[in-house]
């Protein structure tokens, strides 16, 4: 499977695009402010065509780009309904199940907290491994901000209930794992889940 993440804009936002192979088509995930250059000149390096541009959520730091870069290559935007507004662009709906595109099964799991529309997107890869994209819900050592009781039941019921070698590409900073998190994370001393 390839993944390809470039971080972008003044947050510093990390865009994903995931394909089943190069010369494939492939998915775009959270094209934030100043994105649609990095994006293109990634789909040209590994011959990869968007089929789908989906959003963890509704800021601008990882939808800025995303209804400019749909329209430009004839796809849909797709982000979950409770951040249409805060999106600030057309979307269509996007909720909690499993979605087929570009080759890829992708889970969409609803994860409030951050914002009342995240998600995360669940990806088992060809080769076995489990890839999470969770947006600002779950970074290295830290977690979003918002609503912090919902975010904790969100962390809690969807994240901390991952196989331990799932590994986590947040929305800003370095790649971790969900077990790493759980042992190390000084955030999620209240979202611990009995296993």
Do not use: W
Request: aromatic share 4%; charged share 20%.
């Amino acid at each position: 499977m390839l993944v390809a993440g470039f971080a972008t804009g003044a947050f510093r936002a990390n865009c994903y695009l995931l394909a089943a192979a190069r010369d494939r088509p492939c998915v775009i995930v959270d094209p934030g402010q100043e994105a649609a250059g990095s994006v293109e000149d990634a789909l040209r390096e590994h011959g990869l065509t968007p089929e789908a541009v989906l959003a963890t959520h509704g800021h601008p730091d990882h939808v800025a780009c995303a209804g400019a870069l749909a329209r430009a290559h004839g796809v849909p935007f797709r982000l979950h309904p409770a951040d249409h507004e805060l999106a600030g662009t057309p979307a269509e709906p996007l909720g909690p199940g499993v979605i087929e595109v570009a080759g890829l099964r992708i889970i969409v799991d609803h994860v409030p907290g951050h914002t009342a529309g995240s998600v995360v997107f669940r990806l088992q890869t060809p080769e076995g491994g489990r890839l999470a994209l969770t947006g600002d819900t779950l970074f290295a050592g830290s977690i979003g901000r918002g609503d912090r009781e919902t975010l904790v039941e969100s962390l809690r019921d969807k994240l901390l209930t991952l196989p331990d070698d799932t590994v986590v590409l947040p929305g800003h900073g370095g790649p971790t794992t969900i077990g790493r998190e759980r042992v190390s994370n000084p955030f999620l001393g209240g979202a611990a889940v009995s296993r």
